[in-house]
């Protein structure tokens, strides 16, 4: 079997690994991009701390899971302001990354709506300019650090965006886990179920290689015995490097095979529920493995690594880990009933990433039904 693996990011990982900001920034001026709450807690200070004058300008206004609303002003200011910075620093969880990356891709006519219609079009696109992007994660989960995927939501319309180019993988990621001690509790639980479906969604994948292997399944191991132990002891150090390596893991492993069913499901239920991402892409974890093991012998060796050997009752045992944890597994609870959980699985298996999914092709012909049996 033959395969390539390729991730071109520079990554410094470690407890006050943030401290070498300025020697990475090597004197160039700073963008940041960060969320709302950074200056009261003292992130901004930091950042003017260790990078001086080169920091020029600090975005404050983005929000959870970006919109083109919203987005609009904030591409508008930056690429029209006199002294653009050299390079974005985004320090935050994924959402802020993700407006980050919207950020650092520059149109011709520097107008948001130019590169709407770009992703639109859906088909690839060489960048009129492009800022480096230096990503710092707050939260231990998304993977956005280390992949070039931004997602881009438009509520009115119904829909969203996916921005990936050769352009838009991050320079450098700093991993530090100092940075996710204060993190609430909610948003830790839904982060490192995010990389759960990350490293997950790598192995039940089409494009599995040897190498995301290796890194999906160190993540999802580690997340199934970090997690419960970090939700009792949320300022443990040593538990968030734990989660934060992992979460590094798993962004590795599906930075080359894309996620697949339950992430293609997850976009609908954020859409049109409201129910945050990484909720939305893990819920379904127990249905999706269940419709995976027995599909491809070679994909459920690695998952055995996983789950201790035995997959006989592997499905019960990830729902029963979920449900211990506050995450209900049924659609039901989410409001959704029967019907629309049918319509909703079927058109996931179309779309895609539900394609990346190695069952994919045996529910073609009719999939909603054949998911839910």
């Known amino acids: 079997m033959s395969w390539r693996y390729h991730n071109p990011v520079d990554i410094h990982f470690g407890a006050g ?21 950074a200056a ?11 990078l001086g004058a080169s920091l020029v300008s600090v975005i404050d206004r983005t929000e959870p899971n970006p919109d083109v609303a919203s987005l609009a002003a904030l591409y508008e200011d930056f690429w029209s302001a006199q002294r653009t910075a050299d390079i974005i620093v985004a320090v935050g969880g994924g959402s802020v ?32 300019a ?29 829909r969203k965006y996916s921005l990936h180019l050769p352009q838009t993988w991050p ?5 530090d886990p100092q940075l996710t001690i204060s993190l609430p509790a909610g948003p830790t639980l839904a982060a490192a179920l995010d990389a759960l479906s990350h490293s997950l969604e790598a192995i039940w994948n089409v494009n599995a290689n040897a190498i995301s292997d290796s890194h999906a399944v160190a993540a999802a191991t580690s997340v199934l015995d970090v997690l419960p132990l970090l939700v009792q002891d949320p300022r443990n ?48 974890l127990p249905m999706v493995l269940g419709r995976a093991i027995g ?44 019907a629309e959980e049918a319509r909703m699985i079927g058109a996931a298996l ?23 049996q």
């Open 350 to 372: 179309e779309g895609v990433r539900g394609r990346n999914f190695i069952g994919a092709g045996q529910h073609a012909s009719h999939p909603a039904q054949q998911v839910l």
């Open 17 to 37: 690994s943030l401290d070498g900001l300025a020697a990475l920034a090597a004197g160039r001026s700073v963008a940041a991009v960060v969320f709302p709450e």
């Open 130 to 158: 492009v800022k480096p992007l230096f990503a710092v994660p707050t939260t231990a989960g998304t993977g956005s650090e280390v992949t070039p995927w931004a997602t881009i939501w438009d509520r009115a319309a119904q």
């Open 40 to 50: 009261s807690v003292g992130v901004v200070d930091r950042l003017r701390t260790i």
């Open 97 to 128: 990354i993700d407006t980050a990356k919207a950020l650092m891709v520059g149109t011709a006519d520097r107008r948001f709506a130019s590169l709407v219609a770009l992703l639109a079009a859906g088909q690839p696109f060489t960048p009129h």
């Open 171 to 175: 320079s450098v990621a700093i991993i």
């Open 237 to 284: 150090l040593e538990l968030r490097t734990r989660m934060s390596l992992a979460a590094l893991q798993a962004g590795l492993a599906f930075s080359n095979t894309k996620t697949a069913l339950a992430h293609s499901i997850s976009y609908e239920m954020t859409l049109r529920h409201g129910l945050p991402h990484g909720i939305a892409c893990s819920f379904t």
């Open 295 to 338: 599909v491809d012998a070679e994909r459920d060796a690695v998952l055995a690594r996983v789950f201790g050997g035995s997959l006989a009752d592997a499905p019960t045992r990830l729902a029963a880990f979920l449900e211990g944890l506050g995450v209900h597994t049924r659609f039901d609870a989410y409001g959704v009933d029967a």
